[in-house]
């Protein structure tokens, strides 16, 4: 029995920095076997000496880590200017059952001052919808367009959406779907699958504890995705299902498109296994992560990794002075499929970052439960970025893209300045104002005009509207 063989597990530990949930097993062991097993079938889920390596290089690359300089990254490839071609070849692969939207929704509303996740947040549009109706409005949309493009396949036309949820909102999220009644999208067409998990460290490395017998754990951030799709068969479903082509944005940006023909067009047609919409970075002080080429490969850096003198670099580009590393990141990617398998396999290959935290953890020396008023450990995440490593600088599009068509964060409450609700609805009235202007619709003063994605995805069809009043014709 597996009680009586622990301690030839001891070692193990010893050399994982883990001796303290050896000891907690050697005492459960004798208390209770119940625990004992929910305590070991949680330590044995865990590669331990991994962690305590990744851990120590987090340690060790914090420490050691210099600004990159000049010499050290170049530019990324941009693509800035769009072809009109794009858009044909991007509802064509549509119309063939070939693309899949995948959202990174397992956030909570907290910090919007809700109890429901982030993508249950009604934003204050007229009807009402919140970030999840709003992207299927858009899905919806964008196969509307694929079936009027290509009508002889109608049948096949249909984007699958797959939502990738936490163990802490995904039943809300599932309630929120079903009482939507899945926002008119078959539900055949949806498929939730849950981020994974990884433990909680002390300052010293060492695996905190939730209770006597269940460890201190938090999601293992936007990189936990690749191994959650191997293991809740979701990759499985899309290798069945015909899926070539993934997009993949987070759940709160309220501009982020979960199709675009367009985005689609350019992959297929340039063969990119990633690729990613960017924003320009106009000012040197703007905090943002940027997207560089380093040693030949794509790679996106903090604000706070860059030099000065690499931050202030500029070059000339169709006659105008620009920033040298421009692209913002805004965390929109496409995947091939096989990019998603090949990285389904080499999940480990992917480093931990360290978020230093206030985590409430179980103390086992004093048997009781305590809640820290100061920073205790470290949560650790993985990035969806880090995988890019695996792919030559030639298989990676960069498409430069305009704020604002494309990028409006829901971050905060209405007590911050920015990316909160008012500035998400100025963003998305904006859009829509600039479309019915282009068509020759009549706004008047004060007019908020919300063009629902039922009528537009991307300022389509909207031609009639010229020479008529949008108060008389409102286009939701």
């Excluded at 851990?55 to 914090?62: H, L, R, V, Y």
């Excluded at 940027?290 to 006659?319: C, K």
């Excluded at 920033?323 to 990141?329: D, E, G, H, I, S």
Aim: net charge negative; with cysteine; hydrophobic share 35%.
């Amino acid at each position: 029995m597996l009680e009586c063989a622990l301690e030839s597990y001891r070692p193990t530990f010893e050399r994982a920095n883990q001796l303290h949930l050896y000891n907690q097993l050697e005492k459960l062991k004798i208390i209770s076997r119940e625990k004992f097993q929910a305590l070991w079938g949680e330590v044995e889920s865990l590669h331990l000496e991994e962690i305590w390596s990744k851990f120590k290089d987090a340690i060790e690359q914090s420490q050691k880590r210099s600004k990159l300089n000049p010499s050290d990254v170049s530019p990324v490839p941009i693509i800035s200017k769009i072809d009109d071609s794009w858009y044909g070849l991007g509802l064509e692969e549509i119309s063939k059952g070939r693309v899949a939207a995948l959202v990174l929704a397992g956030g909570q509303g907290t910090r919007l001052g809700s109890e429901d996740p982030k993508g249950c947040f009604d934003i204050g549009l007229p009807g009402h919808e919140s970030l999840f109706a709003l992207q299927a409005l858009k899905i919806q949309r964008a196969e509307h367009l694929a079936r009027e493009a290509y009508p002889m396949r109608k049948q096949s036309t249909r984007v699958l959406w797959y939502i990738m949820v936490s163990d802490a909102n995904k039943d809300a999220t599932f309630s929120f779907f079903k009482k939507s009644n899945y926002f008119g999208i078959p539900s055949e067409h949806v498929f939730f699958f849950e981020q994974g998990k990884l433990p909680c460290l002390d300052m010293e490395g060492r695996i905190l504890l939730e209770s006597e017998c269940t460890l201190a754990q938090a999601p293992n951030g936007n990189g936990g995705v690749y191994e959650a799709l191997r293991e809740s068969g979701a990759l499985r479903h899309m290798k069945e299902s015909g899926i070539s082509h993934i997009t993949a944005y987070s759940v709160d940006n309220v501009l982020a498109l979960p199709v675009d023909p367009f985005f689609i067009g350019m992959v297929q047609e340039k063969e990119y296994q990633v690729a990613m919409k960017v924003v320009e970075k106009k000012l040197v002080e703007e905090k943002v992560g940027l997207v560089v080429s380093q040693n030949a490969h794509p790679s996106v850096v903090e604000y706070s990794e860059i030099s000065e003198e690499a931050s202030q670099a500029t070059e000339t580009v169709d006659g105008k002075t620009c920033l040298r590393l421009r692209a913002a990141n805004i965390a929109y990617h496409y995947f091939s499929l096989g990019f998603l398998e090949h990285m389904s396999h080499n999940t480990r290959s992917l480093p931990v970052h360290l978020a230093l935290k206030k985590i409430p953890n179980f103390d086992i020396t004093h048997n009781q439960f305590y809640k820290p008023s100061s920073p205790n450990g470290y949560k650790l995440e993985m990035f969806i970025f880090d995988s890019f490593e695996q792919i030559s600088i030639e298989k990676f599009g960069c498409l430069q893209v305009s704020r604002e068509t494309s990028f409006s964060p829901l971050k905060n409450s209405l007590n911050a300045t920015n990316d909160n609700q008012n500035t998400c609805l100025q963003d998305i009235y904006a859009l829509g104002k600039k479309w019915i202007l282009q068509n020759g619709g009549i706004l008047e003063q004060g007019d908020c005009p919300f063009v629902a994605p039922s009528f537009s995805l991307l300022g389509e069809s909207l031609e009639w509207i010229q020479g008529k009043h949008i108060r008389e014709h409102p286009l939701y």
